[in-house]
């Protein structure tokens, strides 16, 4: 993980910390609306120690949070990558001021989805972060909506549900080799939807099981990471920041072993 800097510009933490851009930042530094320990005149290019200085914005204490991390509402024909293509990536879909470089370094995304793949994304600054939540070490919990092709009988649901809690055999596909997946829970909705929880994140991982097991996904969309649910409020392309509730829910569970 980069170093976190703790000294920075003034209007560069307050362009970061979502009051603006670095020019309407500038305009309220100019117009007397931020001060910093008292001083209601500091200038645009004066730095700011992150741990000791007291900031105020129009008379609001500046809670200065390092880490950025957004959840998003994924659209399918999106690619979870930062590097164009035939594709627009996610990053196209949010504001410049949102995706360009944060205090806490550049976004990046929490475990890729699909192209064709909807729901819910995390991008955020913090590597570490990243890491508990992908490393199949970790077994943070992903929960999918998934619409099959081919409807499955009463019978045959429980034989899916006995396969996926005692792990799937995968088959290779693409670059990547076949791999036993680690058990997972999978909870009918109607003969051809169901949720499926997994613990890993492999390549492929809910459409290569459902591949395993004789059928195919026609619609996939995340609807869950460790305790943080999707925001269905989000239209999909929306996106918006984690409130601390979230965070926590999304980070500080018994679900990290
Ligand atoms: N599993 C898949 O097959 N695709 C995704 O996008 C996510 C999980």
């Not at 080799?177 to 909870?187: I, M, S, W």
């Not at 943080?228 to 072993?257: C, F, H, M, Q």
Request: proline share 4%; charged share 25%; net charge neutral.
């Amino acid at each position: 993980m980069g170093q976190i800097k703790e000294i920075v510009r003034l209007d560069r933490l307050l362009a970061n910390s979502g009051y603006g851009t670095r020019a309407e930042v500038k305009a309220m530094i100019h117009a007397g609306e931020v001060s910093v320990n008292g001083n209601s005149a500091p200038r645009v290019d004066d730095h700011v120690n992150l741990s000791k200085d007291r900031i105020e914005v129009c008379g609001q204490l500046l809670k200065v949070s390092i880490h950025t991390c957004y959840m998003m509402n994924k659209p399918a024909g999106y690619v979870c990558s930062s590097k164009g293509g035939p594709h627009a990536t996610v990053f196209d879909l949010m504001e410049e001021k949102d995706r360009g470089k944060r205090l806490g370094g550049e976004l990046s995304i929490v475990g890729r989805l699909d192209v064709d793949t909807e729901g819910l994304l995390i991008l955020t600054t913090d590597g570490e972060l990243n890491h508990r939540l992908t490393s199949p070490k970790y077994h943070i919990p992903k929960s999918y909506f998934v619409r099959l092709e081919n409807p499955v009988s009463a019978e045959k649901q429980e034989q899916y549900i006995q396969a996926v809690a005692k792990g799937v055999e995968i088959p290779p596909e693409d670059h990547e080799p076949g791999a036993l997946c680690r058990g997972g829970k999978l909870e009918w909705e109607s003969g051809v939807t169901c949720r499926l929880t997994i613990y890993e994140g492999l390549y492929h991982e809910v459409k290569r099981i459902f591949k395993a097991l004789g059928n195919q996904v026609v619609f996939l969309k995340r609807v869950g990471m460790n305790n943080l649910v999707l925001d269905e409020k989000l239209a999909p392309g929306e996106y918006r920041e984690l409130s601390e509730k979230e965070l926590s829910a999304l980070t500080l569970t018994n679900a990290i072993l």
